[in-house]
């Protein structure tokens, strides 16, 4: 299995640009999460799955998109760049169906500056 | 919401000596705290988590504590090599719900 995979590595945008972060997981995790990580201020959540057809705001949510059509695929969407978007960006899955809470397994971020 | 806080930032500590990380946390509900290790340029991997029915957890050279009255839980490393620097998360949550809340870091640097 090659686990979280996230595309691009990195990016430079503009400000106004759109783009798509996306993020695709091998292990038929129903949950799926993205973060976003700026110096010094650990990970914020920006949105999260909990099954195919289903997405919900996180604490961050202001300025982004998501949509979730397969188990596998959790596309973040940027419409208008900004450059407090500036920031590394997580996508995460989680094996649960039900509680107890488990194990979020991450991918390998993208680092994105908009300038 | 859940509101984690984590302390020190940073620590710098030599080969062999132990590491300390605490954080406290701000919701009682929260039951579940898990410990994540972010290596340079790498995503956060999860390491050490325990629930709120538990007060300690070891494996190996790592344990976590959890003090439920207090709210806080604590990440000890001990006999720290070279391999253990990075940047540790904690994180807690109630299990029922999807969404950690995480510290902000610390960055650990192991000297030889």
């Known amino acids: 299995n090659a686990g979280v995979t996230q595309t691009p590595k990195f990016r430079i945008l503009k400000i106004g640009q759109s783009m798509t972060l996306q993020c695709t997981q091998d292990m038929n995790h129903n949950y799926m999460y993205w973060y976003r990580q700026d110096p010094g201020m650990g990970l914020k959540l920006i949105y999260y799955s909990v099954g195919a057809g289903i997405t919900d705001k996180g604490e961050v949510p202001n300025g982004y998109n998501v949509s979730r059509s397969t188990t596998e695929d959790f596309p973040l969407r940027l419409e208008l760049a900004a450059p407090s978007q500036t920031s590394v960006y997580f996508c995460?899955?989680?094996?649960?169906?039900?509680?107890?809470?488990?194990?979020?397994?991450f991918g390998p971020g993208t680092r994105l500056t908009v300038t | 919401g859940e509101n984690v806080e984590q302390h020190p930032s940073t620590l710098s500590v030599q080969e062999g000596d132990s590491a300390v990380i605490k954080c406290t946390y701000s919701?009682?509900?929260?039951?579940?705290f898990p410990w994540y290790k972010q290596e340079l340029g790498k995503g956060p991997q999860l390491i050490i988590d325990?629930?709120?029915?538990?007060g300690e957890k070891k494996d190996q050279r790592i344990a976590v504590t959890l003090n439920k009255t207090a709210k806080h839980f604590s990440l000890h490393i001990t006999e720290t090599q070279p391999e253990d620097s990075a940047v540790y998360f904690c994180a807690a949550t109630f299990d029922r719900d999807y969404k950690l809340s995480f510290g902000a870091g610390t960055t650990v640097t192991v000297r030889a």
């Open positions: 325990i629930r709120s029915n538990v």
């Open positions: 919701d009682s509900a929260s039951n579940y």
């Open positions: 995460a899955s989680s094996p649960n169906t039900g509680a107890p809470q488990g194990e979020q397994y």
